[in-house]
């Protein structure tokens, strides 16, 4: 019986091939570690979302259109409003009118967020009840 324990020449030679054994097995545990927690991670408070509504806009000489432009001006109409101060001195002189008028803000859709949101606080103080966001309606395809 014999054993073949090295090359004739004493030297033994070497192995450039990687073993992917290891690799395979680091892999095959991450993903099954990913499988278990991405149910956990996805989970959320059941909630019951708005639905979209497309109501038509009825347009009264009483309401107060205000628009933001994309550069974040605010016009009450036509006219630019300086600073929200005059803005909430404004709303709330209309805000006393009995019944109250309502407030359609126009949003440009490149508008920073801040900017409309600094004119929702300010119908907040000036006491206005009623703001509507005005926005073009879906785009109808079949």
Known sequence: MAMNVGSPSGEDEVNATINTT???DVMLVMLIIFLITVPVVTQSIAVALPKE???????????IEISVSKDGDVYWGTKL?????????????????????EVHIRGDD???????????????????????????PPARGG
């Open 22 to 24: 290891p690799l395979v």
């Open 53 to 63: 509504t497309n109501i038509i806009r009825v347009t009264k000489p009483e309401n």
């Open 81 to 101: 409003i300086p600073d929200m101060e005059e803005l909430v001195q404004r709303l709330g002189k209309e805000s006393v009118k009995n019944p109250q008028p």
């Open 110 to 136: 490149k508008s920073p967020y801040k900017s409309v949101g600094r004119v929702v606080f300010a119908c907040q103080r000036a006491g206005i009840m009623k703001i509507n966001f005005v926005t073009e």
